[in-house]
């Protein structure tokens, strides 16, 4: 069924009705894609690309977009209903990134991956690339993961808690600074409020959630359902009794990690052994 049109004629799709907002703006006011690079600063081929729905652009762009247009925080806010409408993930992430954005808390624990609310976008790109995922579709599974990342931001944010094995902060990224830049996104992440990071450490031996990436979503209605991951697929767990022996797990995995002091003494070590990039 095709998207439902409203009065106005234009797409109640999210990421359709800012592709049709910049078009439109851009041709009230008369500019060429190149005028609009050259008086904003930017490629004119990044806004070619806005408009054909490539790329959703960052929120400095948006911004200054907004500010060019004289349009405030109309254009960023289309942006953010784009980059946080759940129809743009994968059919089979969809309810589960629903039910993410109503959580009012977050337990997580990574066996292989930094989670997705905590991710550079050189790191996203790097393990959707790795999942077979190419072109403008890696650009939007991108952008769309790292919008995501504003769930945890501003003051109503929810409790956000985090596991992470120690070979998740062994397995860096072949770009050293790209590594980098993910390691201090995790320390800078572990000083805010709502975040708490954990490390499980290499010797703390066998336990419950060996092979398995967990979230746990606290819903509003007080239910708390789960999400398995893997390389290759991913499980939304609603049923009562499956939860709460993962939940089970997840605590004595809680128990065995170093304290969030300790953890975040631990990602500032790791960030300590990054090579520097060689001088030219």
């Known amino acids: 069924m095709p998207p439902r049109r409203a009065v106005t004629g234009r797409s109640q799709e999210p990421r ?15 500019d060429s894609l190149r005028q609009l690079g050259e ?9 070619g690309k806005m408009e054909g729905g490539q790329t959703l652009g960052s929120p400095e762009v948006v911004q200054a977009l907004d500010q060019h247009y004289g349009t405030p925080g109309l254009l960023l806010t289309l942006w953010e209903l784009a980059a946080g409408d759940p129809t743009q993930f994968r059919e089979r992430y969809r309810r589960y990134m629903t039910l993410e954005a109503e959580a009012v808390s977050l337990w ?11 991710q550079t976008t050189e790191y996203a790109r790097a393990v959707l690339a790795v999942g077979g ?4 579709e890696l650009t939007r599974q991108v952008e769309a993961r790292i919008g995501r990342r504003q769930l945890l931001t501003g ?12 070979a998740v902060l062994r397995t860096s990224l072949p770009n050293s600074q790209d590594w980098q830049r993910q390691l201090q996104a995790l320390a800078e992440a572990a000083e805010r409020p709502n975040i708490t990071l954990h490390v499980l450490p290499h010797d703390s031996g066998p336990h419950g959630l060996v092979s398995t990436d967990v979230i746990f979503l606290r819903l509003p209605d007080g239910r708390t359902v789960a999400y398995t991951e893997n390389a290759h697929r991913g499980e939304l767990i609603e049923e009562t009794g499956p939860v709460e022996r993962l939940q089970r797990a997840y605590d004595a995995v809680r128990d065995l990690a170093l304290s969030p002091a300790e953890s975040r003494k631990f990602v500032m070590r790791m960030l300590e052994e990054v090579p520097c990039e060689p001088s030219t």
């Open 16 to 30: 359709q009705r800012f592709v049709e907002e910049l078009r439109l703006l851009r041709t009230r006011k008369g």
């Open 39 to 47: 008086t904003l600063g930017w490629d004119w081929s990044l806004f």
């Open 108 to 118: 997580h624990f990574g066996v292989s991956t930094v989670h997705g609310l905590l």
């Open 133 to 136: 995922i190419k072109g403008d």
């Open 155 to 166: 003051e109503d944010a929810p409790p956000f808690r985090t596991i992470l094995s120690e």
